[in-house]
């Protein structure tokens, strides 16, 4: 079993969400994050991008994902990519 590169885009509920606190908050979940920037949407909505290198064991992006959707402030973490690291 190796590791895996995953690249995910998490969009705030609002442009009023604390960005610098909800990265704190994605770096508590998802300790293994390695870059994170914020990158402009439109209408004054930013998104975080962020990487992450995690195991590769079946179904861990899911559940990665499904844990990043419940932090509050979270509209909606999706993966963008995933690759071999």
Known sequence: MGS???????????????LEQLKKALKAK??????????PIGFG??????????NDCGGETDA??????????VERAEIIEVTLN
């Open 4 to 18: 895996v590169a995953v690249i995910m885009r998490v969009m705030p509920e609002s442009p009023e969400v604390d």
């Open 30 to 39: 998802l300790p293994g994050i390695q870059d994170m920037q914020i990158e």
């Open 45 to 54: 909505l930013k998104a975080i991008k962020l990487a992450a290198v995690v």
């Open 64 to 73: 990665i994902e499904k844990s990043l959707n419940e932090i509050a402030g």
